[in-house]
T-cell receptor
Framework: GAGVSQTPSNKVTEKGKYVELRCDPI?????LYWYRQSLGQGPEFLIY????????DSGLPNDRFFAVRPEGSVSTLKIQRTERGDSAVYLC???????????FGPGTRLLVL | AQSVTQLGSHVSVSEGALVLLRCNYS??????LFWYVQYPNQGLQLLLK??????LVKGINGFEAEFKKSETSFHLTKPSAHMSDAAEYFC???????????FGKGTKLTVNP
């Protein structure tokens, strides 16, 4: 079946611009996660959705970062006033139920010039 | 908070040799532990997970890991390396009600012919 998909696969933007990154989870998966992976590092948690609500946003680095999941399926990660330090691979994962495996998408590689 | 330490950012083995990738964790509660593999330009794929059942966990592609509470370790092994095993490997622990994953920094495995 279809896995987690993320678009775009690559995004180049200029410092100060606004970007949106999209995640399509596996159908029927109620939980959705965003992680950020900087070069040479492991993924770091950003935010977790259970259904439509953000149940844990403790990993968002500052108020320039925001994410939504209005219908409990597709999620969009939004970054305002991008900075060069935001350059990273943004990973999305979904899982079906508690204690089930998180399945990851291929990521969006964001480069802020 | 949970944390994961992966010893050795780079490991190089010969084809057919034993693979040993080290992971130590810190957790105040019985942990759920995971090994993920990341091939170039691909998302994270689950190799195996420990969820408090058997301490020796078998995963895909011939990998296995042993949970040792006394050593707070969850090392990944494979008896005989194959060229296709070349990738980056991440150890992770699940934290909190959200089950967000806390990752180590990763170990890049090189397999030499």
């Amino acid at each position: 079946g279809a896995g987690v998909s993320q678009t775009p696969s690559n995004k180049v933007t200029e410092k100060g611009k606004y970007v949106e990154l999209r995640c399509d989870p596996i159908s029927g998966h109620t939980a959705l996660y965003w992680y950020r992976q900087s070069l040479g590092q492991g993924p770091e948690f950003l935010i977790y959705f259970q259904g439509t609500g953000a149940a844990d946003d403790s990993g968002l680095p500052n108020d320039r970062f925001f994410a939504v999941r209005p219908e409990g399926s597709v999620s969009t990660l939004k970054i305002q006033r991008t900075e060069r330090g935001d350059s990273a691979v943004y990973l999305c994962a979904s899982r079906k139920a508690v204690q089930e495996t998180q399945y990851f998408g291929p990521g969006t590689r964001l480069l802020v010039l | 908070a949970q944390s994961v330490t992966q010893l050795g950012s780079h490991v190089s083995v010969s084809e057919g040799a034993l693979v040993l990738l080290r992971c130590n964790y810190s957790s105040s509660v019985p942990p759920y532990l995971f090994w993920y593999v990341q091939y170039p330009n691909q998302g994270l794929q689950l190799l195996l997970k420990y969820t408090s059942a058997a301490t020796l966990v078998k995963g895909i592609n011939g990998f296995e890991a042993e949970f040792k509470k006394s050593e707070t370790s969850f090392h990944l092994t494979k008896p005989s390396a194959h060229m296709s095993d070349a990738a980056e490997y991440f150890c992770a622990v699940s934290e909190g009600g959200s089950e967000k994953l806390v990752f180590g920094k990763g170990t890049k495995l090189t397999v030499n012919p």
